[in-house]
């Protein structure tokens, strides 16, 4: 571009070109601003065709196409942007054929036009990358192994090597002058990309070991994040919690601070309950025979009690011991009968899982009484679903407890003292 004589047009030669381009010679002005105003009409006659007809021709057979890649582009934009080059190019030639141009404001115009036409480029690989991905997380591999993260960071290296070719071609310098210099600029660029290098280490980190997926619900109590992460990206990771709000991670913190991921449970079909009932220890006793006999005869306690009286005989008969004189014998509890009865109950219940673990456990004593816990898993891990599962076991056991001669503790209510005053003066008369 540095002083190239402008190219010969064939039309010059023609005898009819004569007078108009003397005329043109002698008002210079007149001859570079129409020459002007007739190219940016051509290239927008250009970009009129490659809107509307080239582009309308691209989405009509994009529709049509049993693929889906082109719909993906298309929706980018990675077309649309393509069509901005012809009109860009077509000045870009056409500016060496404006006539009575200065020098310098035609290399100028070209510069100007070529670091758009890089930025347009830049632009247009930009939407390929988010075209790519979005067709990558149509595969189900895309749930286990997201890539949003490593084209962001393509993406930022191209607008970075876009910047420097812009800049260079706008100076009229080699792009190399700025790339050496780059080596000088590591401790300030390691500095504004800080968090980027970081995020780029932890999302590697976290994909390659398999730490979070989307879809996956994940609990994050130092960013009151609590529900299913629905994006993985370079910068952040999205979690929607359970009260429909958005909490935005930056990714790198993920290395820095513990989380609980929840996605074993859910592949494991199982959903833990852990809940105790508080047994009022006043209520605990021993069984009579009646009540022995009558519990007896509960299926689910049939073979529980048949077991245990063999057992208790037995033990008491080895060692001598009469259970109605020697307060050492062995007897049958409530508190063991109503806790044998639980366990039996969960085995045969529809919803729990009887191959994980499933135990009814007695916990230590508090002022709240004593705990009878059950920690067993249900079989469906929806949370409605448990949810409805574990309330309808409790409601049964509650209402079971003074089957077997207990009662629940409960702490006194307003209404209990009030009652309790109201019949004092009777009580004390």
Same mark, same amino acid.
């Given at each position: 571009?540095?002083?190239?004589?402008?190219? @010969?047009?064939?039309? @010059?030669?023609?005898? !009819?070109?004569?007078?108009?381009?003397?005329?043109?010679?002698?008002?210079?002005?007149?001859?570079?601003?129409?020459?002007?105003?007739?190219?940016?009409?051509?290239?927008?006659?250009? +970009?009129?065709?490659?809107?509307?007809?080239?582009?309308?021709?691209?989405?009509?057979?994009?529709?049509?196409?049993? +693929?889906?890649?082109?719909?993906?582009?298309?929706?980018?934009?990675?077309? *649309?942007?393509?069509?901005?080059?012809?009109?860009?190019?077509?000045?870009?030639?056409?500016?060496?054929?404006?006539?009575?141009?200065?020098?310098?404001?035609?290399?100028?115009?070209?510069?100007?036009?070529?670091?758009?036409?890089?930025?347009?480029?830049?632009?247009?690989?930009?939407?390929?990358?988010?075209?790519?991905?979005?067709?990558?997380?149509?595969?189900?591999?895309?749930?286990?192994?997201?890539?949003?993260?490593?084209?962001?960071?393509?993406?930022?290296?191209?607008?970075?090597?876009?910047?420097?070719?812009?800049?260079?071609?706008?100076?009229?310098?080699?792009?190399?002058?700025?790339?050496?210099?780059?080596?000088?600029?590591?401790?300030?660029?390691?500095?504004?990309?800080?968090? @980027?290098?970081?995020?780029?280490?932890?999302?590697?980190?976290?994909?390659?070991?398999?730490?979070?997926?989307?879809?996956? !619900?994940?609990?994050?109590?130092?960013?009151?994040?609590?529900?299913?992460?629905?994006?993985?990206?370079?910068? +952040?990771?999205?979690?929607?919690?359970?009260?429909?709000?958005?909490?935005?991670?930056?990714?790198?913190?993920?290395?820095? /601070?513990?989380?609980?991921?929840?996605?074993?449970?859910?592949?494991?079909?199982?959903?833990?309950?852990?809940?105790?009932?508080?047994?009022?220890?006043?209520?605990?006793?021993?069984?009579?025979?009646? =009540?022995?006999?009558?519990?007896?005869?509960?299926?689910?306690?049939?073979?529980?009690?048949?077991?245990?009286?063999?057992?208790?005989?037995?033990?008491?008969?080895? /060692?001598?011991?009469?259970?109605? =004189?020697?307060?050492?014998?062995?007897?049958?509890?409530?508190?063991?009968?109503?806790?044998?009865?639980?366990?039996?109950?969960?085995? *045969?219940?529809?919803?729990?899982?009887?191959?994980?673990?499933?135990?009814?456990?007695?916990?230590?004593?508090?002022?709240?009484?004593?705990?009878?816990?059950?920690?067993?898993?249900?079989?469906?891990?929806?949370?409605?679903?448990?949810?409805?599962?574990?309330?309808?076991?409790?409601?049964?056991?509650?209402?079971?407890?003074?089957?077997?001669?207990?009662?629940?503790?409960?702490?006194?209510?307003?209404?209990?003292?009030?009652?309790?005053?109201?019949?004092?003066?009777?009580?004390?008369?």
């Amino acid at each position: 571009m540095h002083g190239s004589p402008p190219p @010969t047009l064939p039309w @010059t030669e023609a005898a !009819w070109y004569q007078p108009v381009g003397a005329w043109l010679d002698a008002h210079p002005v007149f001859a570079a601003l129409s020459g002007l105003f007739i190219l940016l009409v051509f290239s927008w006659v250009v +970009t009129f065709v490659a809107r509307r007809i080239i582009l309308s021709v691209v989405s009509a057979l994009a529709k049509r196409s049993p +693929t889906a890649w082109d719909d993906v582009m298309l929706e980018e934009g990675v077309f *649309h942007r393509l069509t901005w080059l012809l009109p860009l190019l077509v000045i870009y030639r056409g500016i060496p054929l404006v006539p009575s141009l200065p020098g310098a404001l035609d290399e100028f115009l070209q510069r100007l036009v070529l670091a758009t036409m890089v930025l347009v480029a830049v632009r247009t690989v930009s939407a390929l990358l988010s075209g790519a991905n979005a067709i990558y997380n149509r595969y189900p591999m895309a749930r286990y192994r997201p890539i949003k993260g490593y084209f962001q960071v393509v993406v930022i290296l191209l607008h970075i090597l876009g910047l420097i070719f812009v800049v260079a071609v706008l100076i009229d310098q080699s792009p190399w002058f700025f790339v050496s210099g780059l080596g000088a600029m590591t401790a300030i660029i390691l500095l504004i990309f800080r968090d @980027t290098l970081l995020s780029l280490v932890a999302g590697i980190q976290l994909t390659n070991n398999n730490l979070v997926r989307v879809g996956d !619900w994940i609990e994050m109590p130092q960013f009151r994040a609590d529900g299913d992460v629905i994006d993985i990206a370079l910068h +952040t990771v999205k979690v929607q919690n359970w009260d429909r709000t958005i909490t935005v991670i930056p990714t790198h913190m993920f290395l820095e /601070h513990s989380f609980k991921n929840w996605r074993g449970m859910t592949e494991s079909g199982g959903r833990r309950i852990m809940r105790a009932i508080n047994v009022d220890m006043e209520t605990i006793r021993f069984l009579t025979d009646r =009540e022995i006999e009558r519990f007896g005869s509960f299926q689910l306690l049939r073979a529980y009690i048949r077991g245990k009286i063999e057992e208790i005989d037995e033990f008491n008969r080895v /060692h001598g011991l009469d259970p109605g =004189e020697d307060v050492t014998a062995r007897r049958l509890t409530n508190i063991g009968t109503f806790q044998a009865y639980i366990a039996s109950y969960l085995r *045969h219940h529809p919803n729990i899982k009887q191959d994980m673990i499933l135990m009814v456990r007695q916990l230590a004593p508090s002022p709240d009484g004593l705990p009878l816990e059950v920690y067993a898993f249900t079989n469906d891990t929806a949370w409605t679903r448990y949810e409805e599962i574990q309330a309808a076991i409790f409601d049964h056991l509650l209402a079971v407890v003074p089957e077997f001669g207990l009662r629940v503790f409960q702490r006194p209510s307003g209404n209990d003292v009030q009652r309790a005053l109201a019949s004092a003066p009777a009580l004390s008369g």
